[in-house]
C-alpha cells in the first residue's frame, strides 16, 4: 500500500503534458494555466481527432506522443437532466474514456496522472460538509448514478495502480464548476450557465416571467474554473496519497438564491418561478475542503465576481457565434 507523501515537488516546465478534454470547460481552464505557469509542450486532441472511447487509437497515440504528464478532463459530462436522461451513455462512455486512458498512460510511461471525478460520487445523504470518507458509504443520488458509478471506478483504478505500480497518481473532486468556455445548451448544461442564458435571453427580448427547474431548495456550491485550474497543478506539485481530495469554496447557497443572483447579474427584473415538476437530484453536497486548503490552495473568485465574468464572456461569444451550443 503507498504511503501518503506532501512533499512540494514542481513539475518540470518541459515535460510533455496531456490535457485531455482541451477543448471544455475545464481543460480549456488548465491549458489556459499550464501555459501561463510556463509549461512548453501541452498536447490535447480533441474528439474528432481522438475518440477516447477507440481503445485501439488511444493506445497507438500515447505510444506515438508517449505524455509523462496527463490531466483527465475528457468526460462525457451534462447537468440533471442530461444525467438522468442519457445514463447508459454517462456510464459506458466514461467507463472506457477512463479505462483506455489510465491503462495506456500505465503501458507508456506516464508518471503523473490526475483523474478529475466530482461531488455526485458521494452519498445523497452524506454528512455535510462531506468529507473525502464519506465515499462508498451509503445509496447514490439516483439522477446520477450512472455517471457517479463510472467517476468511482475512476478513483479506484488510479488506487490500483498506485497499490500494484507505485505509481504517485491522483484523483480530485471538483464541486459544482462554472466559468468562461461552459455548456450552455438550455436543456443538458448544468444550472449556473443555463440560468445565465434563460435570464439573458427573457430580458433581451422583454419576458417578464422565467421559470426554473425544480423547487429552488436544493443547496449547490459553485467554484470557477479557473480556481479548480490552480488547484490541478497544485495537486500535482503538492499532493501523493490515494485518497481522492475535494475542490470547492466551502460555502453553498440554495438554487433559489443562486437565481435571484444571476439575475441580478445579467439586469433581468421579471418574475423568477419554479417548475416542481422538474428534479431536485440531491438536496446538498457541500465538500470539506480541509484536506486541500492544508496544502495551502484556497479559491480566490468570488461567486458574483465569477458570474458577471462570466456572463461578459457568454454575451462575447453569443455575439462572436462561437458559443458551444
Ligand atoms: N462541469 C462541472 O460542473 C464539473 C465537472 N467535473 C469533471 O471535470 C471534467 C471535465 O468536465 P467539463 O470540462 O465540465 O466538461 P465539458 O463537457 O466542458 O468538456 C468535456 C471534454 O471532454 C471531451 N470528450 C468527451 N467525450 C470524448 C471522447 N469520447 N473522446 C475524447 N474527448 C472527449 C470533449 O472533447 P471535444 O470538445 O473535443 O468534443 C470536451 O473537451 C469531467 O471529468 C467532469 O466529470 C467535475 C465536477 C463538476
Ligand atoms: C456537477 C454535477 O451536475 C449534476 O448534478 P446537479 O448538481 O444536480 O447539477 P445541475 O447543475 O444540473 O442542477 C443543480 C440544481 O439546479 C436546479 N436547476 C434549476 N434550473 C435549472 C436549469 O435550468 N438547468 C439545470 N441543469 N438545473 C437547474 C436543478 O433542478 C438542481 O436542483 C450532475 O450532472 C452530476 O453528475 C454532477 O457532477
Redesign the pocket.
Known amino acids: 500500500m503507498a504511503t501518503d507523501r506532501y512533499d512540494h515537488r514542481p513539475l518540470d516546465r518541459s515535460a510533455r503534458v496531456l490535457v ?8 480549456s481552464a488548465v491549458w489556459r494555466h499550464l501555459a501561463r505557469e510556463g509549461f512548453t509542450d501541452l498536447v490535447g486532441p ?3 481527432e ?4 477507440e481503445r485501439g487509437a488511444v493506445l497507438d497515440w500515447f505510444a506515438a506522443v508517449r505524455p509523462d504528464v496527463v490531466v ?6 451534462g447537468g440533471i437532466k442530461a444525467n438522468a436522461t442519457r445514463p447508459a451513455e454517462f456510464l459506458s ?1 466514461n467507463l472506457r ?1 477512463q479505462v483506455n486512458v489510465l491503462d495506456a498512460a500505465l503501458k507508456h510511461g506516464t508518471e503523473r496522472l490526475l483523474f ?4 455526485c460520487i458521494y452519498p445523497k445523504f452524506a454528512e455535510q460538509p462531506i468529507r473525502e470518507q464519506a465515499l462508498l458509504t451509503g445509496p447514490l443520488e439516483p439522477t446520477n448514478d450512472a455517471y457517479a458509478i463510472a ?1 468511482i471506478a475512476g478513483i479506484l483504478q488510479v488506487q490500483a495502480v498506485r497499490r500494484q505500480y507505485g505509481l504517485p497518481w491522483i484523483s480530485a473532486m ?5 466559468g468562461p ?3 450552455f445548451h438550455p436543456e443538458h448544461s ?1 444550472v449556473l450557465p443555463s440560468l445565465i442564458r434563460r435570464f439573458h435571453e427573457a430580458k433581451v427580448s422583454g419576458v417578464r416571467r422565467v421559470v426554473n427547474w425544480g423547487s429552488g431548495a436544493p443547496c449547490r456550491e459553485f467554484l470557477h474554473v479557473d480556481d479548480l485550474a490552480r488547484a490541478c497543478l497544485h495537486l500535482l506539485e503538492s499532493y501523493d496519497a490515494d485518497s481522492p481530495v475535494n475542490v470547492g469554496t466551502g460555502t453553498d447557497l440554495s438554487i433559489r438564491e443562486l437565481a435571484a443572483l444571476v439575475a441580478d447579474v445579467v439586469g433581468y427584473r421579471g418574475s423568477i418561478e419554479w417548475d416542481p415538476t422538474q428534479p431536485d437530484g440531491t438536496p446538498r453536497k457541500l465538500l470539506d475542503v480541509s484536506r486541500l486548503t492544508a496544502l495551502g490552495w484556497t479559491p480566490r473568485i468570488d461567486l458574483r465576481e465569477g458570474i458577471a465574468q462570466t456572463y461578459a464572456w457568454y454575451v462575447e461569444s453569443l455575439e462572436s457565434g462561437t458559443l458551444r451550443h
Do not use: E, F, Q
Request: proline share 3%.
Open positions: 485531455a478534454g482541451r477543448r471544455g470547460l475545464v481543460g480533441g474528439s474528432a481522438l475518440d477516447l472511447r483527465l478532463a475528457a468526460a462525457r459530462v462512455d474514456i478529475l471525478g466530482s461531488s467517476k471538483p464541486t459544482n464548476l462554472y468556455g461552459d455548456n448544468h
